[in-house]
């Protein structure tokens, strides 16, 4: 998951860095442009690391190394099972390739760190989710995006409840119907194994995926959606330890659902659950003004990021600064990217990163400023280079 590999990538010191980003084609004739598309990253690359004092010939040699090597492992699970994008991070000594789960915009970045900004979106939540897809016959996992599902097949998922229980034509021996108790639905059961018998099945059930989804979800904190008939959700959130499981699940039976439709089911859950922390960080930056601990000034956001001062750094989404800092710390914009230039905006993140604050990417549509690409908490007040 991004949060951690960002985490890494801070931690990972280097002279030279090279950060590439890509999106990729998962299916169909397209698919042959992925290998295309990166071989012209890499020149792009070649040609970036072959600027004078960028890096030494063998750290040079070594990154390229690396990104060769990757092109020709046709077994690498970013060929063979392409996701939305691609992102790698090379240096002399390292190479990590991490499938993303939303498209990139192609870029490629030579500097003394890696680019992260297409990364920050994933640090509350850049659409990515987990859909479970439960019934008595089915069990089906996704991963899931703004963009859409793609199916997983974890070893040991149970398929459905009669594979997991070896119980034979288990659905026809249970009914169940509801009733309403003080605005809530309960569930009564009939027939054979009635009642709490089938609910201890179910619940055994459960709790034979509770072990396959764990290991599929460890390190990750992506929420977990389920979908199913109602008083399957309760069960199922009893049985299972993953700590991101959405209180909110999609209701039906979606065994002969299509994907767009099981998608657009469960994106109604998820976005608000997405939002929820960004609203709150534009509430708190708003309720800072009144304390002198709100910023919108990006020279006294860049200085504040340094010294450990920035509590929440908020960025306009799709919104790069490339310029520089003169002497006396100003900023000089540069309109666009060159050998002395940085992403501003990115130096921003990462500082505050570095120094235990939070960061934001807030959507056009909510940015609290109208004139300005960064506004930040602070922790206490800094003053502008100007002061």
């Not at 960028?54 to 092109?71: G, N």
């Given at each position: 998951?991004?949060?951690q590999?960002i985490?890494?990538?801070?931690?990972?010191?280097?002279?030279?860095?090279?950060?590439?980003?890509?999106?990729?084609?998962r299916?169909?004739?397209e698919?042959?442009?992925n290998?295309i598309?990166?071989?012209?990253?890499m020149?792009?690359a070649?040609?970036?690391?072959?600027?004078d004092?960028?890096?030494?010939?063998?750290?040079?040699?070594?990154?390229?190394?690396?990104?060769?090597?990757?092109?020709?492992?046709?077994k690498?699970?970013?060929?063979?099972?392409?996701s939305?994008?691609?992102?790698l991070?090379?240096?002399?000594?390292?190479?990590?390739?991490?499938?993303?789960?939303?498209?990139?915009?192609?870029?490629v970045h030579?500097?003394?760190r890696?680019y992260?900004?297409p990364?920050l979106p994933?640090?509350?939540?850049?659409?990515?989710?987990?859909?479970?897809a439960?019934?008595?016959?089915?069990?089906?996992?996704f991963?899931?995006?703004?963009?859409?599902?793609?199916?997983r097949?974890?070893?040991?998922?149970?398929?459905?409840?009669?594979?997991a229980?070896?119980?034979?034509?288990y659905?026809?021996?249970?009914?169940?119907?509801s009733?309403?108790?003080?605005?809530?639905?309960?569930?009564?059961?009939?027939?054979?194994?009635?009642?709490?018998d089938?609910?201890?099945?179910?619940?055994?059930?459960?709790h034979?995926?509770?072990?396959?989804?764990t290991?599929?979800?460890?390190g990750?904190?992506?929420?977990?959606?389920?979908?199913?008939?109602?008083?399957?959700?309760?069960?199922?959130?009893e049985?299972?330890?993953?700590?991101?499981?959405?209180?909110?699940?999609?209701?039906g039976?979606?065994?002969?659902?299509?994907?767009?439709?099981?998608?657009?089911?469960?994106?109604?859950?998820?976005?608000?659950?997405?939002?929820?922390?960004?609203d709150?960080?534009?509430?708190?930056?708003?309720?800072?003004?009144?304390?002198?601990?709100?910023?919108?000034?990006?020279?006294?956001i860049?200085?504040?990021?340094?010294?450990?001062?920035?509590?929440?750094?908020?960025?306009?989404?799709d919104?790069?600064?490339w310029?520089?800092?003169?002497?006396?710390?100003?900023?000089?914009?540069?309109?666009v990217?060159?050998?002395?230039?940085?992403?501003?905006?990115?130096?921003?993140a990462?500082?505050?990163?570095?120094?235990g604050?939070?960061?934001?990417?807030?959507?056009?549509?909510?940015?609290?400023?109208?004139?300005?690409?960064?506004v930040?908490?602070?922790r206490?007040e800094?003053?502008?280079?100007?002061?």
């Amino acid at each position: 998951m991004e949060p951690q590999l960002i985490q890494t990538l801070l931690n990972d010191p280097s002279e030279v860095c090279v950060s590439i980003y890509m999106p990729t084609f998962r299916w169909g004739r397209e698919v042959q442009q992925n290998e295309i598309r990166y071989r012209n990253l890499m020149n792009d690359a070649t040609t970036l690391l072959g600027i004078d004092e960028v890096c030494r010939p063998q750290d040079r040699e070594a990154i390229l190394k690396h990104l060769e090597a990757f092109r020709d492992d046709k077994k690498h699970d970013a060929w063979r099972h392409p996701s939305a994008g691609l992102a790698l991070f090379v240096t002399p000594d390292s190479m990590t390739v991490h499938q993303m789960g939303c498209t990139m915009t192609e870029q490629v970045h030579v500097g003394e760190r890696f680019y992260l900004r297409p990364l920050l979106p994933a640090l509350h939540g850049d659409g990515r989710f987990v859909l479970i897809a439960v019934s008595q016959n089915h069990v089906r996992l996704f991963d899931g995006s703004a963009d859409g599902l793609e199916e997983r097949v974890p070893a040991e998922l149970p398929e459905n409840l009669k594979d997991a229980l070896n119980i034979d034509d288990y659905g026809a021996t249970i009914q169940h119907f509801s009733y309403a108790q003080g605005g809530d639905v309960s569930t009564m059961y009939h027939g054979q194994g009635a009642g709490d018998d089938h609910k201890q099945d179910i619940l055994q059930f459960f709790h034979r995926m509770d072990d396959p989804l764990t290991h599929f979800l460890e390190g990750r904190n992506d929420p977990l959606v389920f979908a199913g008939v109602e008083y399957l959700y309760p069960i199922f959130k009893e049985a299972i330890s993953y700590r991101h499981l959405l209180p909110d699940s999609v209701h039906g039976n979606f065994d002969d659902a299509s994907l767009d439709k099981l998608h657009e089911k469960a994106w109604e859950v998820v976005l608000p659950h997405f939002q929820q922390e960004c609203d709150r960080a534009i509430s708190n930056y708003h309720d800072a003004y009144g304390q002198n601990r709100a910023t919108s000034d990006l020279e006294t956001i860049l200085r504040a990021s340094e010294v450990g001062a920035v509590e929440s750094l908020l960025i306009r989404e799709d919104t790069a600064i490339w310029g520089h800092l003169d002497r006396d710390g100003h900023v000089q914009d540069d309109g666009v990217p060159s050998e002395i230039s940085h992403d501003l905006l990115d130096d921003a993140a990462v500082e505050t990163l570095k120094n235990g604050g939070d960061v934001f990417v807030v959507r056009e549509a909510d940015f609290p400023e109208e004139e300005c690409s960064a506004v930040a908490r602070l922790r206490f007040e800094v003053a502008s280079p100007m002061d």
